[in-house]
């Protein structure tokens, strides 16, 4: 059966006893982001998550918009990002995607917005852990044909840049 790592059950003083509630190891992965309310109270079992299981989150902390979620605890996030054309003194639009795993204390839709934090490496392409998840206000990635330009916070105006804030 599944147990987290950190809980031991045999303890000689809960052996006679039945508790009420399962013991349950959770920790604050610091950086100023809440421990969630499912991974205090939830019952899933996930080792490489940094708020239940034996991951430290160090290094970069990166957001993307959530474009894909169909496997299985990992999501991939896509990062745009503008590169400057020194020859033609303009900018152009170029994107990253990112394999980041997901604890199932998040659900993230796609095109929801996530902040993910660098931790070692979890599987082949995976370094990242997702540490919140911001709701998106539009409806679905591919229901918005612009979903693309909606990401951006900077307006291309005959190919200087303007920053918004």
Not at 3 to 21: H, P, T
Request: hydrophobic content about 35%; aromatic content about 10%.
């Amino acid at each position: 059966f599944q147990k987290q790592d950190a809980v031991f059950i045999g303890s000689k003083r809960l052996l006679g006893k039945k508790s009420k509630r399962a013991m349950r190891y959770f920790r604050n992965v610091g950086l100023g982001f809440p421990t969630p309310k499912e991974a205090k109270e939830g019952n899933f079992v996930d080792k490489k998550c940094p708020f239940t299981g034996n991951v430290s989150i160090r290094g970069a902390i990166l957001k993307g918009m959530v474009i894909s979620t169909k496997m299985k605890r990992t999501i991939v996030i896509r990062r745009n990002y503008l590169h400057y054309i020194k020859k033609f003194n303009r900018f152009e639009k170029r994107h990253s995607n990112l394999a980041v795993h997901c604890s199932p204390a998040f659900e993230p839709k796609e095109g929801d917005i996530v902040t993910a934090g660098q931790c070692r490496p979890l599987a082949k392409t995976v370094r990242f852990n997702v540490l919140k998840v911001d709701k998106n206000q539009s409806s679905g990635l591919h229901g918005s044909s612009s979903h693309f330009s909606d990401t951006w916070r900077t307006i291309l105006r005959d190919g200087r840049l303007l920053m918004l804030g």
